[in-house]
């Protein structure tokens, strides 16, 4: 597992500058003027740092936006990083100032020269998540060493819950992160349960069911679709208790830990992808360790469904009928669509024994939200408009792409079945929509409840701000932040 990078918080010491090995960065507001550390670091480099200060190519730069100065004279750091951040600037750009600092730390120290600034919280968050790197595969490890980040401020004990916050989320990211990169013969889903049930350290309850005990429950979708895999299904509770006896918020995951599309095979291209078709339950899994790591004063249970959608003598087929635990049958029409299998039956699960609050589903769900929104946003449904105004206000904070998408009685009729009371899929017209309708049906009338198709943000082709290739961890800060400002105190 990928260990974040030590960053640690010092009280500004000006003679120690010039002792630094690896790199050092100066936070330079538009005007150019030189803090103390800055003008100490000035000095050492012999005015070199004021001229940049002065030149056209300070003045290009824009907000968050980074200038090695590499080998500067008169100092053993490798490299003086000069990053233009405003004293006033917003939380995108401070985000966009720690990426700079965390793309910049291969290996070595780092020393950020932060002065008498005390609003640090997205641009600590920036560098520890742009610091990431998934080597656990690789025979030297990655490209990354270890790195030491200190941050020099005048007052760092004004910052040291801040820095508690951002470590907590930052390792439910980077969890996350993990488990979706993992290639599918090393995360199965018997690895997959292990590794959530390695949480009960952090104080969570964590519990298993197995596959006696989902067809005791009737949980009878989710096990069609693992009918075809040699690996066995599984439904992982987990569960933060951090506000009394009041009933928890829920968060649901898919997490088909590779999906070949059953007997309605994928195409070759692009399959060896579907490694990351269990986003959704990593995302849920990284919220639960975030919340844990910060104690958060909330009450929230995450279950995911662990699958693997293979074809098989025994896989489900097209046109077969299944019956959910909430009583409905469904008839089969495509196997690829078995997401929301495994969603209704754990849906419905979280809904009969805690009686939520509230229910947040996450799943890359549909290719059809890919073409509707690119990989910049997340599809977001909902059925209750306070729910989801104060979700998408949190996704906004912490600069989570999510739009709301549509939901209808019109869409719905797409998935009527000749055979059985619901089909699996309404055809390619509005899929994501479709998809949505379908889980819709599985959710109490009185249940507020956001469905989050995050087929398009799990994981991307080329880095983004805040990660690179491959996972993106895409959630569980906006998660995070809506625990915090609606399920706390």
Same mark, same amino acid.
């Given at each position: 597992?990928?260990?974040?990078?030590?960053?640690?918080?010092?009280?500004?010491?000006?003679?120690?500058?010039?002792?630094?090995?690896?790199?050092?960065?100066?936070?330079?507001?538009?005007?150019?003027?030189?803090?103390?550390?800055?003008?100490?670091?000035?000095?050492?480099?012999?005015?070199?740092?004021?001229?940049?200060?002065?030149?056209?190519?300070?003045?290009?730069?824009?907000?968050?936006?980074?200038?090695?100065?590499?080998?500067?004279?008169?100092?053993?750091?490798?490299?003086?990083? =000069?990053?233009? @951040? &405003?004293?006033?600037?917003?939380? !995108?750009?401070?985000? /966009?100032?720690?990426? %700079?600092? #965390?793309? *910049?730390?291969?290996?070595?120290?780092?020393?950020?020269?932060?002065?008498?600034?005390?609003?640090?919280?997205?641009?600590?968050?920036?560098?520890?998540?742009?610091?990431?790197?998934?080597?656990?595969?690789?025979?030297?490890?990655?490209?990354?060493?270890?790195?030491?980040?200190?941050?020099?401020?005048?007052?760092?004990?004004?910052?040291?819950?801040?820095?508690?916050?951002?470590?907590?989320?930052?390792?439910?990211?980077?969890?996350?992160?993990?488990?979706?990169?993992?290639?599918?013969?090393?995360?199965?889903?018997?690895?997959?349960?292990?590794?959530?049930?390695?949480?009960?350290?952090?104080?969570?309850? =964590?519990?298993? @069911? &197995?596959?006696?005990?989902?067809? !005791?429950?009737?949980? /009878?979708?989710?096990? %069609?679709? #693992?009918? *075809?895999?040699?690996?066995?299904?599984?439904?992982?509770?987990?569960?933060?208790?951090?506000?009394?006896?009041?009933?928890?918020?829920?968060?649901?995951?898919?997490?088909?830990?590779?999906?070949?599309?059953?007997?309605?095979?994928?195409?070759?291209?692009?399959?060896?992808?579907?490694?990351?078709?269990?986003?959704?339950?990593?995302?849920?899994?990284?919220?639960?360790?975030?919340?844990?790591?910060?104690?958060?004063?909330?009450?929230?249970?995450?279950?995911?469904?662990?699958?693997?959608?293979?074809?098989?003598?025994?896989?489900?087929?097209?046109?077969?009928?299944?019956?959910?635990?909430?009583?409905?049958? =469904?008839?089969?029409?495509?196997?690829?669509?078995?997401?929301?299998?495994?969603?209704?039956?754990?849906?419905?699960?979280?809904?009969?024994?805690?009686?939520?609050?509230?229910?947040?589903?996450?799943?890359?769900?549909?290719?059809?939200?890919?073409?509707?929104?690119?990989?910049?946003?997340?599809?977001?449904?909902?059925?209750?408009?306070?729910?989801?105004?104060?979700?998408?206000?949190?996704?906004?904070?912490?600069?989570?792409?999510?739009?709301?998408?549509?939901?209808?009685?019109?869409?719905?009729?797409?998935?009527?079945?000749?055979?059985?009371?619901?089909?699996?899929?309404?055809?390619?017209?509005?899929?994501?929509?479709?998809?949505?309708?379908?889980?819709?049906?599985?959710?109490?009338?009185?249940?507020?409840?956001?469905?989050?198709?995050?087929?398009?943000?799990?994981?991307?082709?080329?880095?983004?701000?805040?990660?690179?290739?491959?996972?993106?961890?895409?959630?569980?800060?906006?998660?995070?932040?809506?625990?915090?400002?609606?399920?706390?105190?």
């Amino acid at each position: 597992m990928t260990d974040l990078p030590t960053f640690t918080l010092s009280e500004t010491s000006l003679d120690q500058i010039a002792e630094i090995e690896g790199r050092i960065v100066i936070l330079m507001p538009e005007s150019g003027k030189l803090d103390q550390s800055a003008r100490r670091v000035n000095r050492l480099m012999r005015g070199a740092l004021e001229r940049f200060a002065e030149s056209t190519a300070f003045s290009k730069m824009k907000e968050g936006e980074a200038t090695d100065l590499a080998f500067p004279t008169g100092m053993r750091a490798d490299a003086v990083q =000069v990053i233009r @951040l &405003d004293l006033t600037a917003d939380p !995108e750009a401070e985000r /966009r100032a720690g990426a %700079a600092i #965390g793309a *910049g730390a291969v290996k070595g120290e780092v020393l950020i020269l932060a002065g008498e600034r005390k609003k640090l919280e997205h641009l600590m968050m920036g560098c520890l998540l742009k610091t990431y790197a998934f080597g656990d595969h690789k025979t030297d490890h990655g490209e990354r060493g270890t790195v030491e980040i200190t941050m020099m401020v005048a007052k760092p004990d004004d910052l040291q819950s801040d820095l508690l916050r951002v470590r907590a989320v930052a390792e439910g990211v980077y969890f996350t992160r993990d488990l979706v990169n993992e290639p599918a013969n090393v995360l199965t889903t018997v690895t997959f349960a292990d590794r959530l049930e390695a949480l009960r350290e952090l104080g969570l309850k =964590v519990g298993v @069911l &197995d596959e006696d005990r989902l067809e !005791e429950l009737g949980m /009878r979708t989710l096990l %069609a679709v #693992g009918l *075809g895999s040699e690996t066995p299904s599984k439904v992982v509770i987990m569960e933060w208790t951090g506000s009394g006896t009041e009933a928890p918020l829920a968060l649901v995951g898919k997490g088909v830990v590779f999906d070949t599309g059953g007997i309605s095979i994928k195409s070759a291209g692009g399959m060896e992808e579907m490694t990351m078709d269990m986003g959704g339950a990593g995302t849920v899994a990284g919220v639960m360790k975030a919340l844990a790591l910060r104690k958060a004063a909330a009450n929230v249970v995450g279950i995911v469904g662990l699958v693997e959608n293979m074809p098989d003598g025994r896989a489900q087929r097209p046109g077969d009928v299944v019956r959910s635990m909430k009583g409905d049958t =469904v008839e089969v029409i495509n196997t690829d669509a078995e997401g929301r299998l495994v969603l209704c039956d754990i849906m419905w699960y979280a809904q009969e024994r805690f009686e939520p609050r509230a229910m947040i589903d996450l799943a890359t769900l549909t290719g059809a939200i890919i073409v509707a929104l690119g990989h910049e946003n997340a599809g977001v449904f909902s059925n209750d408009d306070t729910l989801v105004g104060s979700f998408l206000a949190a996704a906004a904070t912490e600069d989570e792409g999510a739009w709301r998408m549509p939901l209808g009685e019109g869409y719905a009729r797409a998935l009527k079945s000749r055979i059985a009371d619901v089909k699996n899929i309404g055809g390619r017209p509005a899929g994501s929509i479709t998809a949505a309708e379908f889980l819709q049906r599985f959710v109490k009338k009185d249940t507020p409840w956001i469905h989050l198709d995050i087929a398009g943000v799990a994981s991307t082709d080329e880095a983004t701000t805040l990660s690179p290739k491959g996972a993106t961890g895409w959630g569980v800060r906006a998660l995070d932040r809506l625990v915090s400002d609606r399920f706390e105190g």
